[in-house]
């Protein structure tokens, strides 16, 4: 007896016994393949498999790489090729791929398709390789035997329909890949025409897309903050905290309809003025919710842009616009814009006045508690208050 024969693991009790083993381990794999998502997945699956499905000495999966074969992973009773590249005209699994059948070879030394110099450092004495995706196949794999053999017809076709449900698999994961690409290509698109949007608002409005940058970061930070305190649980979750941060550039996005003559004025605006100006909480509402008509439904992100632009004037006390509401009633994101806007504007030079610098803005948003914002929220501002400043310095400096 060879040593290579003498190191094979115990061969299978015939084409009965690899018919039961099909039943009972095939549907198991296949499932398992179904549910892969990356080729890593798929490897481990059929590596964990596939051998003792058809009572081979070894597996191999073997990917294509443009014109290369790669041996990406094996299950074997020795070293095989993993990791290993050839040339795909020059090894047996890159001829079942260019050809697209499968290979039953009883003899390798006897077949001048397979390269004799690589195989005489290994076991192989004789092997299947078929392709996966016979039409266009991307991949192989090969089954190996220790001693000379001739596999089974249900050997063969047991390999051949493993290597089916692995291009169903890889399929699947080209496909969930893609998805993953086209959604995160459309969160890219849809934070850009955010920014656009509201930079819109702020050019209008003699500002900068610095201010659309520090409002965002601001409200994050709060919001962050103030779920570490454990506050507003559990509706102050991980979820609305970015819900919150990619609306908050649309916080003034009603400011496109308010004309320049009031937008701009370098004075203080009189009764009439300041009433117009007060519609663009309702305008930038409005805009959310034809967005919403058009889009056919609502989302998480656009009823949280809509609740924020409609609420971010209220004042704790009831005192604000446009709805007079109170307190808790005020939804928490517009709680949390309100103190990071009035920030903002204080620290900022506007047309209609100069900026203050932080230390006093720090002042004016502690002796706002309880009346303009909610006090639990203030309380939280004024410990991380340093981090509002580092963001105002970090994004523009405002002052």
Not at 38 to 61: C, H
Not at 230 to 246: F, H, N, R, S, V
Not at 285 to 311: C, H, P, Q, V
Not at 388 to 394: A, D, K, N, P, V
């Amino acid at each position: 007896m060879t040593q290579s024969a003498a190191l094979a693991s115990p061969a299978p009790g015939g084409d009965e016994q690899i018919e039961v083993m099909a039943k009972t381990g095939l549907e198991e794999l296949t499932t398992r393949l179904a549910k892969a998502r990356g080729v890593e997945e798929i490897l481990r699956v059929v590596r964990g498999g596939a051998r003792r499905l058809v009572g081979a000495d070894g597996i191999s999966f073997v990917l294509r790489e443009g014109d290369k074969c790669f041996y990406a992973d094996e299950d074997a009773i020795g070293p095989l090729w993993k990791g290993q590249r050839f040339p795909l005209d020059r090894c047996i699994s890159g001829w079942a791929m260019l050809h697209g059948e499968a290979v039953v070879i009883e003899d390798v030394y006897a077949d001048d398709r397979i390269p004799h110099a690589a195989y005489r450092p290994t076991f192989v004495q004789s092997l299947v390789m078929v392709p996966v995706h016979a039409d266009d196949p991307v991949a192989a794999i090969g089954a190996y035997w220790a001693r000379p053999h001739k596999p089974s017809d249900e050997s063969v076709e047991m390999l051949k329909r493993i290597a089916n449900s692995a291009a169903v698999a890889m399929t699947n994961v080209a496909l969930f890949s893609s998805l993953n690409a086209a959604r995160e290509e459309a969160v890219r698109a849809k934070d850009a025409l955010i920014l656009a949007m509201a930079a819109l608002a702020d050019t209008r409005d003699n500002e900068t897309g610095d201010h659309i940058r520090r409002t965002q970061h601001y409200v994050r930070a709060l919001a962050e903050a103030a779920r570490r305190h454990g506050l507003y649980q559990p509706q102050l979750d991980a979820e609305l905290i970015e819900l919150i941060y990619k609306s908050a550039p649309l916080h003034d996005i009603g400011k496109v309809g308010i004309s320049d003559a009031i937008l701009r004025k370098p004075g203080k605006l009189d009764a009439e003025e300041f009433a117009i100006m007060r519609t663009h909480a309702r305008l930038g509402r409005d805009a959310i919710a034809n967005a919403e008509r058009y889009f056919g439904g609502t989302t998480g992100f656009l009823t949280i842009a809509k609740e924020m632009a409609y609420s971010h004037h209220e004042r704790w006390d009831g005192q604000g616009y446009p709805e007079g509401l109170a307190g808790e009633a005020i939804p928490l994101c517009g709680r949390i814009m309100a103190i990071a806007d009035v920030y903002d504007a204080l620290v900022s030079d506007r047309v209609y006045k100069a900026a203050i610098p932080h230390a006093e803005a720090v002042k004016v948003i502690e002796s706002e508690r309880g009346r303009h914002f909610d006090p639990a929220l203030v309380d939280v501002f004024l410990e991380i208050a340093p981090v509002f400043q580092e963001i105002g310095e970090q994004f523009g400096k405002p002052a």
